[in-house]
């Protein structure tokens, strides 16, 4: 996918799958190529949502 990069070992909130998860290069949106699953950066993450999002600091680390 072109402009996104892959989370190692992110979960989709959505169905599940396991390292699916893509962020756009400008993190300003969140993808899973296993489904549909978009969340914006702007929209309020839930608690799962925010598992991933705390998943995506400690690989920037
Ligand atoms: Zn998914």
Redesign the pocket.
Known sequence: MKGFKFIAGAV??????ID??VLKNDDSEIR??????LKMKGDEFDKKENNIIESIKIIND
């Open positions: 989709c909130p959505s169905c599940g799958d699916s998860i899973c190529v296993s489904c549909k699953y």
